[in-house]
């Protein structure tokens, strides 16, 4: 098959696969807000979890990088009616799960330079910083809209929460929500990760002086690898990643 071909494709699958994802937004889980009923850990509002969760903002992000990629209208239309909507709803109360469509919204406020997508964005990435449940070491909690999980880490926190607070450090200039999301990936790598390919991690020097450690077996994530060393030379978190340059507005 010539290159042309794939990519023709490629592009016939990709358009199947949003043909089916957008419907699923407005899809709503019944089994999930049945749970809710009973073990809703804030207690707030359910029908503002009904179409705001993971399972949304993970095909979110797809049809954002779809848009940076092909600069068609029509996933930026998905995206925006989907943000409006949920604007007049209001959002549940945050945890990881919560935060996942922000990073996409985030994107698409700095995208249209609209303050109405930017300040809840601002206001989650603010109190991520501020009153997140955390781990002993101050990873972040993989606290849910319905499971406390108490002192565990989970390798889904990194894309659902951490990327976002890395996306809005870039956005806003703000070197401390950067340190913090890179901080959150070695965390998470240094007890996920496989010793075998990550065989040390070195911890940003201000994280370490402000979180003590952790001992041998006291997380309880059902994910996780048993401890790697971070007891080399330390080093300054990396600037984090821009993201997708999408098109600029016609």
């Known amino acids: 098959m010539e290159r042309n071909e794939y990519k023709a494709e490629i592009e016939k699958k990709l358009a199947k696969l949003i043909d089916a994802f957008c419907p699923i937004l407005y899809e709503d889980d019944e089994i999930f807000l049945k749970n809710m009923e009973g073990r809703n850990l804030a207690g707030d509002d ?36 989907y943000f409006d909507q949920q604007l007049e709803i209001g959002f549940p109360a945050l945890n990881v799960n919560t935060i996942t469509p922000f990073l996409t919204m985030a994107y698409v406020g700095e995208y249209l330079h609209e303050e109405k997508y930017l300040a809840p964005c601002r206001e989650s990435a603010r109190r991520i910083m501020e009153s997140f449940p955390r781990t002993e070491e101050g990873g972040f909690q993989h606290m849910t809209s319905d499971t406390l999980n108490d002192q565990e880490l989970w390798d889904d926190t990194l894309f659902m929460s951490v990327l976002f607070l890395a996306n809005m450090g870039r956005i806003e200039g703000n070197q401390a929500y950067i340190d913090e999301a890179q901080y959150q990936f070695l965390l998470h790598a240094r007890y996920l990760a496989d010793r075998a390919v990550v065989p040390r991690l070195d911890l940003p020097r201000a994280a370490q002086l402000r979180r003590g450690p952790l001992g041998p077996g006291e997380l309880l994530d059902h994910h996780r690898h048993p401890g790697i060393s971070a007891d080399g030379p330390l080093r300054r978190p990396r600037e984090a990643d821009a993201g997708p340059a999408p098109p600029k507005p016609g």
């Open 46 to 81: 359910v029908r503002r979890y009904q179409h705001w969760e993971w399972t949304q903002g993970v095909g979110l992000y797809g049809l954002w990088k779809l848009f940076a990629k092909t600069g068609e209208k029509k996933y930026l239309e998905v995206l925006v009616k």
